[in-house]
């Protein structure tokens, strides 16, 4: 393609971002502060990661992420707003700009990365697993040939249950759904032998059913799903405020800060942790931020494991133990960038 082809399609590009509205080239954050809010893109309800109450207040680790995103722009943690999504629109939402973020439990792939969206990071690092009614009797996926499965419509999981059963040369019927509740009530309706997500999703639709003592989730995890959330492609700068907001909940439990002790440890002599809340240095300006962004963060919503606890571990209804989600240096695969 000559030069002039080049520039003619990049002008055709700029066009077309023009012409749909949606933020780009470093634009996103000025939207943000211009309308006083960030809109977060989440799931339909899916407890301990994006859920709402009776009364409509969202809570779950994906909210806390949207929550420390508000609190790093605004110093406020209030200042988001949320957008329930099916797995099949999520992506749609993202790229036309009817949502600044998605943080909706969604696996980081190849594919989605290059086509949808730029991933920051892992907040969950889960695998996909199986759930079945006790009175089926069986203790193994490998005895679910002939199962009819039940998922939902526009994962990974459609994708990685297939290629299951044909590695073991079974046979299965998919019972799928847009919406996650439709699988919950299909499967608790007996429409399927089998629902399958991500084992924390199980955990998590498994409080919803009539008799969740009746149902077990199998041994066997058949992928690795590397969920976490997503900005759109083109604007750095929201992508790196989107990075770094994850990585100083990562980075703060690892310091040993967190929501009760910001204002003790502002007088630290440790240059990692005065770095890390803004006392030295001028991380927050490289990114558009006040170089406090990141205490302001952990005072509105804690580290990483403030947030873990509360929503999903081992005190809460879905009780996950931190497992591969424990920092690297207590034996899990957590790890972020040091902010220097």
């Known amino acids: 393609m000559s030069v002039f082809k080049n520039v003619a399609a990049a002008a055709a590009v700029a066009g077309a ?6 933020a780009h080239a470093d634009e996103t954050l000025e939207a943000v502060m211009e309308k006083g809010s960030i809109q977060c893109g989440v799931s339909q309800g899916l407890p301990g990661f994006s859920n709402p109450d009776d009364a409509g207040e969202w809570t779950g680790l994906d909210v806390d992420f949207c929550r420390a995103m508000a609190a790093a722009v605004f110093n ?9 999504l099916s797995a099949k629109v999520r992506f749609t939402a993202l790229t036309s700009g009817e949502i600044d973020v998605l943080s909706r439990n969604t696996t980081w792939t190849m594919s989605r990365d290059s086509d949808f969206g730029e991933f920051i990071g892992v907040n969950y690092y889960d695998g996909q697993g199986f759930m079945v009614p006790t009175s089926l009797g069986v203790a193994s996926a490998t005895e679910l040939d002939g199962a009819a499965v039940c998922t939902n419509t526009g994962t990974t999981t ?9 590695a073991q040369g079974m046979e299965y019927t998919v019972v799928a759904f847009e919406k996650a509740d439709e699988v919950v009530a299909a499967y608790d309706a007996g429409r399927c032998d089998v629902y399958t997500t991500d084992r924390s999703g199980l ?4 409080t919803k059913l009539s008799a969740p003592d009746d149902h077990m989730v199998l041994p066997e995890i058949i992928s690795k799903e590397p ?4 900005v759109r492609h083109g604007d750095a700068q929201w992508g790196d405020i989107a990075r770094w907001t ?9 310091a040993g800060i967190d929501s009760s002790n910001v204002a003790e440890m502002m007088e630290s002599s440790d240059p990692n942790i005065q770095r890390i809340l803004g006392a030295d240095g001028d991380l927050g300006s490289k990114i558009g931020l006040e170089n406090g962004f990141c205490a302001n963060i952990i005072t509105a919503v804690g580290n990483y494991a403030e947030s873990y606890d509360r929503n999903v571990g081992p005190d809460t209804q879905l009780a996950l133990e931190r497992g591969l989600n424990a920092l690297w240096s207590d034996g899990g695969v957590l790890y972020a960038p040091p902010m220097r």
Do not use: S, W
């Open 76 to 84: 406020d943690a209030e200042a988001v707003k949320f957008t329930p």
């Open 17 to 22: 971002f023009a012409a749909t509205g949606v």
């Open 158 to 166: 459609e994708l990685n249950v297939a290629d299951y059963f044909r």
């Open 227 to 230: 969920l976490g959330p997503l």
């Open 246 to 254: 994850l990585a100083c909940m990562i980075n703060a439990e690892e």
């Open 203 to 206: 955990a998590a639709q498994r």
